[in-house]
């Protein structure tokens, strides 16, 4: 009866209600000693949605695998805001600076396709795009732009 369990968890504050606990409930596995264990390694990530798997045992062992929050996420929680603009061509909600630009492209380098930073920058400006989130006070959808013409290069390649 071993399987595997997938869920989107509040970091640092799930619970045995719904969605884990469901999914839980019929395992051999102690459903509070997995919520602990998902709120101590997710803790980081406070607030924000988490992709955790869980593999349990019949023996009632488990592991967990916790995920990075998608990127929008951690756009959201590094300007500041809680929605995305209804017009993200026109309405901005928010504006992030390079270096807050690099940080979410670490953050999120494992699951991006990008080989390295400069790349993953211009995926992270993408989504800013879709967000109406500016980068440096210009509009994101020239981010990629003024990537390839070298104007972060000194932030972004060190």
């Not at 799930?14 to 803790?43: K, M, R, Y």
């Amino acid at each position: 009866m071993a399987g595997t369990i997938e869920a989107l968890v509040p970091g640092g504050q799930a619970n045995p209600g719904p969605p884990l606990g469901p999914e839980l409930g019929p395992t051999p596995v102690d459903v509070q000693d997995v919520v602990s264990q998902i709120n101590e390694e997710t803790a980081a990530f406070d607030g924000m949605e988490v992709p955790v798997t869980i593999e349990y045992d019949d023996d009632g062992s488990f592991t967990i695998e916790v995920g990075v929050p998608p990127t929008a996420e951690l756009i959201k929680d590094e300007a500041g805001f809680e929605t995305g603009s209804g017009e993200p061509q026109e309405d901005f909600v928010a504006d992030m600076s390079i270096e807050q630009v690099k940080k979410v492209a670490e953050q999120k380098s494992t699951d991006l396709l990008a080989y390295d930073v400069k790349n993953a920058a211009k995926e992270v400006g993408g989504t800013c795009a879709s967000l109406g989130v500016t980068i440096e006070g210009e509009d994101a959808r020239t981010f990629d732009d003024r990537v390839d013409a070298g104007d972060y290069d000194d932030v972004l390649e060190a």
